[in-house]
């Protein structure tokens, strides 16, 4: 970027980084993440349509309640946190190296999987509810909405962790 200094636009963009750096960061950060989020929408509907297709079996274990038809059961289940596994692989890759740079040891990597553990049951939870509570109005639709909340939720959780804990 700093041989494109002669540009204005680039030029602009690094003065404004060098001014706020923290608010650069988290906007890389959530463009970056798009990659995790692009890898979670492909696994999810690849999963749902291909993988587990005939696994409709209603499931209800701990806190996780896909019992109902519109959640896919067991098989909903499953695609839901192969989605998230998958997703936070590459994650994990694209912002240690691109957005914070950082490198790290053991017990980073240990705060790094508790991180993903709390954002994965997070993310495991919410989708019968939301879809439960979406299906009437948007019927199919409704697991790519869990989704987009599931990213959401990720991002309040992931962000401060890895900013101020995991990869400062």
């Not at 030029?11 to 995790?36: D, E, M, R, T």
């Not at 959640?71 to 694209?94: D, K, M, P």
Request: charged share 10%; proline share 4%; net charge positive.
């Amino acid at each position: 970027m700093l041989k494109h200094r002669e540009n204005g636009l680039i030029h602009g963009i690094l003065k404004w980084q060098v001014k706020y750096p923290n608010i650069y960061q988290f906007i890389v950060f959530n463009l970056l993440s798009n990659c995790a989020t692009i890898t979670n929408f492909i696994v999810l509907w690849l999963s749902t349509l291909l993988f587990f297709k005939d696994m409709t079996s209603p499931f209800n274990w701990w806190i996780f309640d896909y019992s109902k038809t519109s959640t896919g059961g067991i098989g909903g289940f499953y695609s839901f946190i192969l989605a998230y596994v998958c997703a936070q692989i590459v994650n994990y890759f694209v912002q240690r190296n691109i957005v914070f740079g950082a490198k790290f040891g053991t017990w980073k990597l240990f705060w790094y999987i508790i991180t993903v553990i709390i954002a994965g049951i997070v993310s495991i939870w919410m989708p019968p509810h939301i879809i439960a509570w979406t299906a009437p109005y948007i019927h199919g639709f409704s697991a790519t909405v869990a989704n987009i909340c599931n990213i959401i939720a990720q991002v309040m959780i992931n962000w401060p962790m890895m900013k101020f804990v995991i990869m400062k």
